[in-house]
């Protein structure tokens, strides 16, 4: 059984904020609407606050948060780094996460689950405090916290019983 099936999950998180240019040169639209929405130029931010819903159509992916800011380079033209916090939930196809914060560092291709998360697909689940994806290398690390272990809980599919030469009993 492949224990990073549930990883592309966070490929979501990082396609909302770097994926702004790219889904734009596709054709298909994202969309982002919010209670408010307040640009300073100066510090090279976007705040969207208050039921934050960032879409990508093109990737059929999304993201929800009680606020997702955007860091710019010095041209406000490409993300150096998104932050989503409170009540931050992740859809991707299939897969689905949450936490209470998340962070996206675009040039680096990493993504960083904080405060509680948790990532699942179908019914297998990762929990930790902290859980790194390092999406150009397809890898991931999750850590516990002080008293709090790693746990996943992971289902065989269909036929891989089979596949292995049988079943148990």
């Known amino acids: 059984m492949s224990y990073s099936r549930w990883l592309p999950l966070v490929l979501l998180l990082g396609a909302v904020a770097p994926g702004v240019p790219r889904a734009a040169e596709e054709g298909a639209p994202i969309t982002i609407s919010a ?16 039921n934050v819903a960032a879409n990508d159509r093109g990737r059929g992916l ?16 490409e993300i150096e780094r998104a932050m989503a916090a409170g009540n931050v939930r992740l859809s991707y196809g299939e897969r689905r996460g949450v936490a209470e914060r ?4 675009p040039r680096e291709d990493r993504a960083v689950l904080l405060g509680h998360p948790k990532v699942w697909q179908d019914s297998d689940v990762v929990t930790g405090c902290r ?4 999406l150009r290398e397809d890898r991931s690390q999750v ?16 036929g891989e019983a089979r596949e292995r030469g049988g079943t148990r009993r």
Do not use: H, W
């Not at 850590?143 to 269909?158: H, I, M, Q, S, T």
């Open 143 to 158: 850590d516990g916290c002080d008293g709090e272990r790693v746990n996943a809980v992971l289902y065989p599919k269909r």
């Open 131 to 134: 859980i790194t994806l390092l």
């Open 62 to 77: 999304s993201i929800l948060a009680d606020r997702i800011e955007f860091f710019f380079d010095d041209r406000m033209e």
């Open 102 to 105: 998340a962070e996206y560092f």
């Open 35 to 50: 209670d408010t929405l307040e640009v300073n130029r100066k510090a090279r931010v976007a705040i969207y606050q208050g």
